[in-house]
């Protein structure tokens, strides 16, 4: 019995659903980053998916390229005590993060999946 056939999805798409990379319906998350066993809908193994540290590198990039900036600018513009940069750019880094560790990871993921990267086995 062959295995039934699941077309090619966009990495992006399911990765900013979070859903399975193989079929775009089931859930790829159990709570806020953990990786489902299994996917509930088609069955994939997600055992072994590891994201390492990409997405981390991704928000750093990202928020770092933004934030600063913006910041910078910020300074320039109002000259507002360091307290009010200390309140403003902790709340929008770590509301950045949270928004998007989940999404990163499951697009890194998606990526993998899509281009067959081997996995290894953990502490490798």
């Known amino acids: 019995m062959s295995e039934p056939y699941y077309p090619p999805l966009s990495p992006l798409s399911t990765g900013l659903s979070c859903t399975c990379p193989r ?3 089931g859930s790829l998350f159990e709570g806020f980053l953990k ?3 299994a996917c509930p809908n088609c069955g994939l193994d997600l055992k072994n998916e590891d994201s390492g540290d990409g997405p981390a590198v ?3 990039f990202v928020l770092g390229g933004t934030i ?3 910041a910078l600018w910020i300074e320039t513009l109002f000259e507002p ?3 009010v940069h200390a309140v403003l750019w902790s709340a ?3 509301g950045g993060t949270v928004a998007l560790l989940r999404p ?3 697009y890194t993921i998606a990526l ?3 281009h067959k990267t081997p996995h290894r086995p953990p502490g490798t």
């Open 81 to 83: 005590p360091l307290w």
């Open 35 to 37: 990786v489902r066993d």
């Open 23 to 25: 079929c775009g319906k």
């Open 92 to 94: 929008a880094v770590l």
């Open 58 to 60: 991704f928000i750093i």
């Open 112 to 114: 993998q999946f899509k």
């Open 68 to 70: 600063v900036p913006l």
């Open 104 to 106: 990163l990871k499951a």
